[in-house]
C-alpha cells in the first residue's frame, strides 16, 4: 500500500500547489488502500489553489467571490465548499504555498555562495529576478498580509523554516550554538538581512529603487559577508 500512497500524484497541476503535503485529503491510516476518489479529490484541490492564485492575482480579495474561483477551477460552488469553508480559507492555503514557493530560493545559497563577493552577488540578483518574474503572485503574499494581519505570523514561521534549514545545510553560518539550538546573536542579523533582501526584491520587482538600486545592493552583500565572517 506504500507504493500507492507515493504515487497518489496526479498529473497535469503546476509544481507550486506540491509545496504542501495533500495528506489531509487521504485516509488516516497509512495502510488503508487510496482510492480513486481519495486521487479525484486530491486532484480537484490542487485545481482550486491554482484556480485561487490566479484569480487572486488577477482581480485582489476583495472583487472575486466563490463562483469566480470554481469557475476557473472548473467545478461547482458545492465541489468548492467541499474543500475549503470560504475564500478566507482557500487564501490562507494559497498564502502559505506562495511563501514556500517564493522561499524555495534560499535553498540555492551556500557557503561557496557566501565565500565569494561576485557569487554572492549573483545569487542575490537572481533572487531579485525571480520576484520580479513573479511579481503578480509575490504581491499575493503582501496583500494577505494587509488583509489579516495574523497572516504576518504566517510569515515569521516560514522564515523560521528557512533559517532552520539553513542552520542545517551551511553549519558554517553558525546559526545553531553548541546544544544545537538557534543563537539569537548569530539568527537575528540574518534575519535581519534576508528580510532586508525581500523588501529590495519586491520594491525591485516594480522598479521602485531607480538609482539606489547598485548602492542597496551593494549595502545587502555587505550585511551577508559579514554574517558570513562572523562581523569581519
Not at 482510492?35 to 476583495?62: C, H, P, S
Not at 528557512?162 to 544545537?180: C, H, K, T
Request: glycine share 6%.
Amino acid at each position: 500500500m506504500a507504493n500507492e500512497r507515493a504515487c497518489r500524484v496526479p498529473e497535469g497541476p503546476p509544481e507550486w500547489v506540491d509545496i504542501e503535503d495533500d495528506d489531509a485529503a487521504l485516509p488516516g491510516d497509512a495502510d488503508q488502500k487510496v482510492t480513486k476518489w481519495d486521487l479525484r479529490k486530491i486532484n480537484t484541490r490542487r485545481m482550486i489553489l491554482q484556480a485561487g492564485r490566479e484569480v487572486f492575482a488577477e482581480r485582489g480579495y476583495d472583487a472575486p467571490k466563490v463562483e469566480d474561483v470554481a469557475r476557473a477551477a472548473g467545478i461547482s460552488r458545492a465541489a468548492f465548499y467541499l474543500h475549503f469553508k470560504s475564500l478566507d480559507e482557500l487564501l490562507e492555503a494559497i498564502f502559505r504555498r506562495e511563501m514556500r514557493w517564493q522561499l524555495r530560493r534560499y535553498q540555492t545559497l551556500s557557503w561557496a555562495v557566501l565565500q565569494d563577493r561576485d557569487r554572492t552577488r549573483a545569487w542575490i540578483e537572481g533572487f531579485c529576478r525571480g520576484f520580479r518574474e513573479e511579481r503578480r503572485y509575490v504581491l499575493i503574499m503582501y496583500r494577505a498580509c494587509s488583509v489579516d494581519p495574523a497572516n504576518l505570523q504566517v510569515v515569521n514561521q516560514e522564515h523560521q523554516r528557512v533559517i532552520a534549514g539553513l542552520a542545517r545545510r551551511v553549519p558554517q553560518l553558525g546559526l545553531l550554538d553548541a546544544a544545537g539550538t538557534p543563537d539569537p546573536s548569530r539568527v537575528t542579523p540574518f534575519f535581519a538581512a534576508i528580510r532586508l533582501l525581500e523588501d529590495v526584491a519586491l520594491f525591485g520587482a516594480f522598479d521602485c529603487w531607480g538609482a539606489s538600486t547598485e548602492a542597496t545592493l551593494g549595502l545587502i552583500i555587505d550585511q551577508f559577508h559579514a554574517i558570513a565572517h562572523g562581523g569581519d
